[in-house]
């Protein structure tokens, strides 16, 4: 007997196409640093996480 059930998300990996190969590679996350606008004109500086897959090093 077999019962379906949900897959947590640490248990699932991400897949990048590397060279025409579909390759298994692991998320991971930098910091970026960006420029935003408050309501009354000035802009700020501050920071963004951004996902990245290890084994390109590019953004997903």
Known sequence: MTKEAPIDASNVQ???KVD???VVTRVGY???EVTK???D???YTAYRS???ARKTGKEI
């Open 30 to 32: 930098e910091r970026e």
């Open 14 to 16: 991400l897949v990048v």
């Open 20 to 22: 025409g190969k579909e």
């Open 50 to 52: 951004v996902r990245i």
């Open 37 to 39: 606008k408050r309501a």
């Open 41 to 43: 004109g000035t802009e």
